[in-house]
């Protein structure tokens, strides 16, 4: 049977047209946006983007998902350098110096009504850097977080403890809700991804920087050491913290599940699961703050907004319209009231605290006030690289590995100092 | 024999045409292109700088070069030379008729259709230290449990036995075909001969089975030096590297740490070892072949 070739150019025709992005409708300006969530959070995002593209007739933002965070950044540069990149993506707090450096970011500051954002200082690039409120400004958070600390209320009350406020009560308080059954199924005191975030969390409340203010990387220098012994202590010696299986996100995900199933006490995690866990557990979910050791001290994270350089002006224009309708109250609580991230804006928490959302999620308040104690970032090109070359490597080889803290830390300053 | 003879010298050409565009396409202009990008430290977003051979000399001095390639060689030979065993035994046991042995055969071999990221998630939840099937069963048979997954001596044997178990479906089905290919009278005269169940299988069956055995390894090597899913899924190179495959150590070159340079560095180092493989291989083969075919007739 021959196919006549019309049909055969018709089937052509039609498998592009499916291939090809869906277009704006007609007279409005084409915004693609490139987000990086999943589940709850992609949702609520869509939504947002439904009703910005409903509340004007000027710009249509099409959001497209990439993946997780790195596989939404490896596709950002290989667009990037293809020159077919979006107006508008979301990246890791990380890697912002690094795209700065670049100089693949959009500076914002000349935007219209970028004064008008009352950005919490924490979460703002001015609070995530040292010395980001110096630089041009980049980027513009929306779902930003902290290292927090989850515990299941009712085991806490029967065994009649308080959420650890030192990193010795954090000891005693792991050891102490650390229990074998008689079928030999542990349930440990603690859990905590062996990570950099939470790793980065500890070196600063043992007083250390990752870089000091002379531009020498010390990665926390003694503190990096005295971070990584707490974890070899508590999951060697003691056997009342769990590390987790997998790397990255999917120990998170396995730290979150062993909370859950009951087979950790207490755990740390993101601010950005309080909604997730608070619904799916079985038990009262308390959050608490990160204990201290000489301070208190915690890491932001998440990510921020940028807008791509290289994009054509209209539709960074569009993009940016799309930001400020982001940033306004209804907007920023909502995302984070969905969500579980902190609300980026002074007026969105006064607007949440008015209407008595922080006095009926107590969880909540606990992560916005642990702001007070954000450490901020050292603003470096090489934070991505430190992050993943350097230091993630080395915290399994201490901690699982039982390496020498010492050692491994000499090794991990040596190579940073080295490498560029 | 006219007929198969081509109207002009340049047909046989033209009708490869298509084949040589795609393998220059998807094989050969990205191969030269790894090979060219290894020279170059490149992150896709500042200009590409020459560096000659240093991004295989960091990779061979930070021992990720050696330490992948071994994880991979010792990977593929466990993971052939149990799946090959095992699909030959399997297939030696339900070579019978009868609705149970079809049964198992169709529910062994299941497992070669299900999806890598399926199964990857199925033994994730096997495997898990603390709440995980296989741990609950060693300890009803009053057994210590172990962290299949998180102890450095024991992750990569928990993937390699995960891909055997995916693979040792598919050797068996080699296998029966293979089996049912052996003549009914070769065993017979055996067995008449007074040869026993073993000397038939060593003497009649075995060799009878050998290019069935040289697909089953070759498919076999094919599939586990390729092996990512189940390390993306179950261990993302972890723990402490252990599991860091040469295929996981490209993805993460360049997908997580933004080293291009030194991800095609991989790439050509990969290229290299599967075509020493190759070469090695069919040096074996065409060996093999000279001596059959001087052999004098029995």
């Known amino acids: 049977m021959r196919l006549p070739r019309r049909a055969?150019?018709?089937?052509?025709?039609?498998?592009?047209?499916?291939?090809?992005?869906?277009?704006?409708?007609?007279g409005r300006q084409l915004v693609r946006l490139w987000y990086t969530y999943g589940g709850k959070n992609r949702l609520v995002l869509e939504q947002l983007v439904a009703g910005f593209n409903a509340a004007q007739a000027e710009h249509w933002v099409q959001p497209v998902f990439q993946g997780d965070y790195y596989e939404g950044l490896a596709k950002l540069r290989t667009a990037l350098a293809a020159g077919a990149a979006p107006a508008l993506s979301h990246v890791v707090g990380e890697v912002i110096p690094y795209l700065a450096e670049a100089g693949v970011l959009e500076p914002l500051a000349t935007r219209p009504g970028v004064d008008q954002l009352d950005l919490l200082p924490a979460l703002g690039q001015a609070g995530t850097w040292r010395g980001g409120g110096q630089r041009p400004l980049v980027c513009l958070p929306f779902n930003r977080s902290t290292p927090i600390a989850f515990y299941d209320a009712d085991v806490f009350e029967?065994?009649?403890?308080?959420?650890?406020?030192s990193w010795q009560a954090l000891l005693e308080a792991a050891r102490w809700l650390s229990t074998t059954d008689a079928s030999g199924a542990r349930r440990y005191g603690f859990a905590c991804p062996i990570d950099w975030w939470f790793w980065a969390a500890l070196v600063g409340q043992a007083g250390g920087e990752l870089i000091e203010a002379d531009g020498r990387i010390s990665l926390g220098g003694v503190a990096g050491i005295k971070a990584l012994e707490l974890w070899q202590r508590m999951v060697n010696e003691d056997r009342s913290m769990k590390p987790p299986p997998g790397r990255d996100y999917n120990a998170w995900e396995a730290t979150n599940q062993d909370f859950l199933a009951g087979r950790s006490v207490m755990i740390w995690t993101s601010t950005a699961f309080v909604r997730y866990l608070e619904d799916n557990a079985r038990f009262n979910v308390r959050a608490a703050k990160l204990p201290g050791f000489v301070r208190r001290a915690v890491p932001t994270g998440g990510t921020h907004w940028i807008?791509?350089?290289?994009a054509p002006e209209p539709e960074k224009a569009g993009a940016w319209q799309f930001l400020r309708y982001l940033h306004e109250p209804a907007q920023v609580a909502r995302w984070a009231t969905s969500t579980g991230y902190i609300p980026t804006t002074q007026s969105a928490v006064r607007r949440l605290t008015e209407a008595g959302h922080y006095a009926e999620h107590p969880n909540d308040a606990v992560a916005l006030a642990q702001l007070d104690v954000a450490q901020p970032w050292p603003w470096s090109p090489r934070l991505f690289q430190l992050q993943r070359e350097i230091i993630q490597p080395r915290l399994e080889a201490a901690?699982?590995?039982?390496?020498?803290?010492r050692a491994v830390m000499q090794d991990a300053v040596r190579l940073a100092q080295r490498e560029p | 024999m006219k007929l198969l003879s081509p109207r002009r010298p340049t047909d046989p050409y033209l009708l490869l045409l298509p084949t040589l565009l795609i393998l220059g396409c998807f094989f050969f202009y990205p191969l030269l292109a790894a090979g060219k990008l290894s020279l170059y430290s490149w992150d896709l977003l500042t200009p590409p700088r020459f560096v000659g051979l240093d991004n295989y000399r960091a990779l061979w001095s930070e021992g990720l070069l050696l330490h992948s390639l071994e994880l991979t060689l010792v990977f593929s030979l466990g993971v052939v030379t149990a799946s090959t065993i095992l699909g030959l035994a399997l297939a030696l046991l339900l070579n019978r008729p009868g609705r149970l042995a079809a049964f198992a055969r169709a529910s062994i071999f299941s497992a070669y259709i299900v999806s890598w990221v399926s199964v990857a998630l199925l033994w994730l939840w096997i495997l898990d230290a603390d709440g995980g099937a296989l741990n609950a069963a060693l300890q009803r048979l009053g057994l210590p449990g172990w962290r299949w997954l998180s102890d450095p001596r024991l992750a990569l044997p928990s993937l390699a036995a995960v891909t055997v178990w995916k693979l040792a479906g598919y050797a068996m089905i080699l296998y029966l075909a293979g089996l049912q290919d052996v003549p009914a009278h070769l065993l017979e005269a055996a067995a008449l001969d007074g040869a026993g169940r073993w000397q038939r299988f060593r003497h009649v069956t075995w060799p009878l089975l050998r290019p069935t055995t040289a697909f089953v390894t070759s498919t076999g090597a094919i599939a586990s030096f390729q092996v990512f899913d189940v390390v993306r899924v179950m261990t993302q190179g972890g723990p402490m590297d252990h599991t860091n495959v040469l295929v996981y150590a490209i993805y993460e070159q360049i997908f997580l740490n933004l080293r291009v340079g030194r991800a095609s560095a991989l790439v050509v180092v990969f290229f290299l070892v599967l075509l020493g493989l190759t070469l090695w291989q069919l040096r074996l083969w065409l060996r093999r072949e000279g001596a059959e075919g001087q052999s004098p007739p029995a």
């Open chain 1, 8 to 26: 055969l150019l018709q089937g052509a025709a039609a498998l592009g047209l499916g291939c090809r992005p869906r277009a704006a409708p007609p």
């Open chain 1, 158 to 165: 029967r065994e009649g403890i308080a959420p650890p406020e």
């Open chain 1, 307 to 310: 807008l791509l350089r290289a």
């Open chain 1, 399 to 405: 901690v699982l590995g039982r390496q020498s803290p």
